[in-house]
């Protein structure tokens, strides 16, 4: 949709046109979908954050002010939802203390067999697995700057507007989290000296 689109929509959504508002989903849903599964890791999580983000766009769809693209707006409002399942989910970990190892039924994990793998898949999983793993160690604040930028392809304006900072911020951001990243892959032996990032 352009600019003026996503403008129709939502006066028409205000007007009481519920399939307006319908059009609007459809035309974000992919986009916010994948930044929620970003943020948060899970695809359940990432499905529940969704829906959030769209109910809570609903139900404030008269506090948009039009200051930035209807895209950026509902961004700003899945980041503020995935946080608080972070949050959340952090609390839920810390609260269960007991290990589940303790209770286990004794039955050997189904590990699946990858020496039928060709070598070269294996490779780039195992690449992209500790690309991850060392995305997921970054500080969050690192962490969401660079998945708002790779992932989700934001510009620095409109990575800015969704975590309320200044451009040159999200820039410095961005530059350290890049940094970090390449210094634990470096560390765990993952790239070597000659080796280019490609983070997606």
């Known amino acids: 949709m352009t600019a003026a689109e996503e403008r129709s929509a939502i006066d028409r959504t205000l007007g009481g ?33 969704s829906q959030e983000a769209f109910l809570r766009a609903y139900t404030h769809l008269g506090s948009f002010k039009g200051e930035s693209r209807f895209s950026v707006w509902l961004y700003r409002i899945t ?26 039924d004794g039955r050997e994990s189904d590990i699946p067999d990858v020496r039928a793998l060709p070598e070269d898949a294996l490779l780039r999983r195992e690449l992209r697995e500790a690309i ?46 890049r940094q970090a990243l390449v210094r634990v892959l470096t560390e765990n032996g993952t790239l070597g000296g000659e080796d280019r990032l490609n983070i997606y």
């Open 132 to 177: 991850r793993k060392g995305i997921d160690s970054l500080p969050p604040v690192y962490r969401e700057t660079l998945l708002l930028r790779e992932s989700s392809g934001m510009s620095y304006a409109d990575i800015a507007d969704v975590m309320c900072v200044g451009e040159g911020t999200v820039k410095s951001r961005l530059s350290r989290a």
């Open 79 to 104: 980041y503020n939802v995935c946080s608080d399942f972070l949050r959340k989910r952090a609390r839920d970990r810390s609260a269960q203390i007991i290990s589940l190892d303790e209770y286990g």
């Open 17 to 49: 046109d519920v399939s307006a508002f319908e059009a609007l989903v459809l035309d974000n849903q992919k986009n916010v979908y994948n930044l929620a599964l970003r943020l948060t890791g899970d695809e359940n999580d990432a499905l529940d954050a």
